[in-house]
C-alpha cells in the first residue's frame, strides 16, 4: 500500500512522534514504510528546519507542487478493459485494506465498495448496469486458476484479515496490541476455530473454557449453559494450566 499522504510540523518532536507511531503501527500489521521510495516535501519551512528534518526522515525531498496517486492518465476512458483490470487489481483493491485490518464493515458496505470497482472495470465509470457486466462478480473475484479474474474478493478479504489478528494473538505476544480485549464477530472466530488445530501442551496458552483443547471440541460446545454461566472475564483469561 503506498496511498498514505502525512502532515506534520517540521519539528524534531513531531517528526519523532510520527515515526515512532509508523513503527509501532509497522510492527503490529506487518506493514513496514518504506522510506526510500517514500518523499517528503517541505512547506513554509524555515530555513533552520530544513537540516534536521531532512535527517529525521531519511527520505528524498520533492518540491511543491507535488503529484499524489500518480499521473491523471489512470483515468477510464484512457484505458482499455486489460488496463482497467490491472487498476482494479492493484489500486481499488487495495484502498480499502488497512480499514479491513481493523474493522469488519457492513455487507452494505463491501456491496458499494464492489460497485465502484465493477462500474470501473466495465463500464469506466462509477456504476455499470446489467448490460455492461460481461460477467458476474461472483466469478471476478475468483483466482485465475478457478475461471475468475484474480480480483480480490472483499468479504473474504476482510474475514481473513480479521482472522489473522486471531492467529497472531496466539502465536506472538510481542505484538505492541497484544493483551487488549480484541472484538470478533461469531463468523471470525467460526472460521478461525474451523481452519485451525489446538496441541495441548503445559496448558498455560490455551482458554479453558473457549479453546477446542478437548478432542477438538471447547467447554461452551460441549456444556454451552455452563459456559453461560461463567464470567466474560473469567473466560477470556482462565487457562487449562489453570483450570486444572
Known sequence: VDDVILFCHPT???ITAVKSILLLFGRASGLLVNYAKSSATLIQCAADDIAPAVNLLGCPLAEFPITYLGLPTWKAHLMNKVGRLAFVKAILSAIPIHQLLALAPPKKTIRALEK?????????????NGGHCHVNWQRVARPLPLGGLGVRDLGRTSLALRTRWLWFSRTD?????????????AEERAFFFASTTMQLGNGTEALFWEDRW?????????????YACIPKRRRKLRTVADGL
Do not use: H, K, Y
Open 116 to 128: 465502484i470497482q465493477r462500474g470501473f472495470l466495465w463500464a469506466g465509470r462509477a456504476e455499470a
Open 214 to 226: 478437548i478432542g477438538g471440541r471447547s467447554v461452551c460446545e460441549i456444556a454451552p449453559l455452563l
Open 173 to 185: 505476544s510481542t505484538r505492541a496490541w497484544a493483551g487488549l480485549d480484541l472484538q470478533f464477530t
Open 12 to 14: 524534531v518532536g513531531d
